[in-house]
């Protein structure tokens, strides 16, 4: 198997030079763009890598399906779909115009920024910083690493440009569907995305949510239908408006960001990570694309 993934990586990684590292904030911007690694663990916790494995980087977008599980844990799956809907846009992930074109009248989907944003609204906690606290050590269970946290030059640099993301988060709270302090809820927003995290770090989490919320301990988590409510919000929407071709092509649920990371599940088999900084147009990691699409037609991990 590692024989193998080396070649995939091998055969792949020129795909980067038509790819283009996310530049928005600094932080993000020194990424080497040649970087490109994938750790595979499978449900006997045998872990294979390959590449650039061990470069941390900040999860960004990754982190909405696993702030969901805890809202659905805090707040049960009626309360939280009463707020935000389940169903893909074909929109940019940063796409403003259907939270009030749409006729659903709230965030599509919690894949796409309004849709996070919600999310993190309604996560529980005294104040903002032990409910990013809650996140945080959520991360921490659910990826096996105690040691995770946030890169603060990268935290600033999106508070600090975020006002698309501040416009979402105003007019949510224009439309009562967040109540509480939007800076606060936007904090916790920026602060998840600027976890740091590395391909192995996404294998892990990617293997608790093919064991359905149970970790490698024999723990359960989160229920098997919050974990499979994530992995069909990420199967649906979890690769922005590239969702259906990389359903076709790949077929595995999987959620990417912006810094690089693609997290991939094959249900009751194995969790995937990937890392590539550099994106193609919709902001997917365009090495890590092609990676798991030579994976997927190999073994035939398709679920479809
Ligand atoms: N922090 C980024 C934003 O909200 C997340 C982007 C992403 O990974 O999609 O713009």
Partial sequence: MKNFLEGVINRNNDKSDMGKVADYIPGLSHANKNHIGICIINSNNEITQAGDTN????????SKPLTLMLALLDRGEKYVFSKVGMES??????????????????????MINAGAIEVCSMIKGEDGEKKFKRVLDFFRIISENN??????????????TGNRNRAMGYFLKGEGL???????VLDIYFKQCSIEITAIDLAKIGLFLARGGILSTGERIVS????TIAKTLMATCGMYDGSGEFAIKVGIPSKSGVGG???????????????????????NSIAGIAVLEEIAENFKFSIF
Avoid: Y
């Fill in 261 to 283: 990371g693609i997290l991939s599940v094959v249900p009751g088999k194995m969790g995937i990570g990937v890392f590539g900084p550099a994106l193609d147009t919709k902001g």
């Fill in 224 to 227: 098997e239908h919050i974990a």
């Fill in 178 to 184: 967040i109540t509480g302090d939007v800076e606060e």
């Fill in 55 to 62: 470069i941390k980087f900040t999860i960004q977008s990754i």
């Fill in 147 to 160: 040691t995770l946290n946030i890169n603060e030059e990268v935290f600033l640099g999106e508070k600090e």
């Fill in 89 to 110: 846009t074909g929109d940019a992930f940063n796409s403003i115009k259907k939270l009030e074109t749409g006729k659903m009248r709230k965030p599509f989907n919690p």
